[in-house]
């Protein structure tokens, strides 16, 4: 190897690991606790993440669904069909156009949510611990826009929009 290579590689190995990279890592670990709270209750992470959705969300179809909680809609139809089995969701027609079926939750599905909300704060709490009050309000702006920026049309592409 020549001195210049290994000078680029010194340098590579000890710069910061890139933001994009640091943000996997807390989603890693957020998905991993909240898989371990939503556990007793007999949920996944991306199941209460769906339950969440709606909650936010009603009557929404499957297909937005499975937008909204960042799975495929065909993991989506499997994960309905669990949480319709558990009572946790109900699917009715859409007053606005009776051709289509909505997704919501049911009043069991929200005592679920409501029964985890203690402890998904605390897991919130965790995770801003080591944060001022003014630092994390300026993070919780700081990701709001990364979400916006990635939603605009031409993101991925790094077009203008």
């Not at 371990?36 to 991306?46: D, I, Q, Y």
């Not at 702006?141 to 031409?154: D, H, I, K, N």
């Amino acid at each position: 190897m020549t001195d210049t290579a290994e000078a680029t590689g010194r340098q590579q190995a000890a710069a910061p690991p890139t933001l994009l990279y640091l943000m996997k890592q807390v989603e890693l670990a957020v998905r991993a606790e909240l898989d371990e709270l939503a556990r007793p209750v007999g949920l996944t992470a991306l199941q209460y993440t769906a339950l969440t959705v709606l909650e936010r969300h009603p009557d929404l179809t499957s297909a937005h669904l499975a937008r909204h909680s960042f799975v495929t809609a065909q993991s989506m139809a499997d994960m309905v069909t669990n949480l319709i089995g558990r009572k946790l969701i109900e699917r009715h027609r859409d007053p606005a156009d009776r051709r289509r079926l909505v997704i919501a939750l049911t009043p069991e599905g929200q005592g679920l949510l409501d029964h985890l909300r203690p402890q998904v704060a605390a897991l919130e709490h965790q995770m801003l611990s080591l944060m001022s009050d003014a630092q994390a309000g300026e993070l919780r702006r700081s990701v709001e826009l990364c979400r916006q920026a990635l939603r605009r049309p031409g993101a991925r592409t790094g077009e203008a929009p």
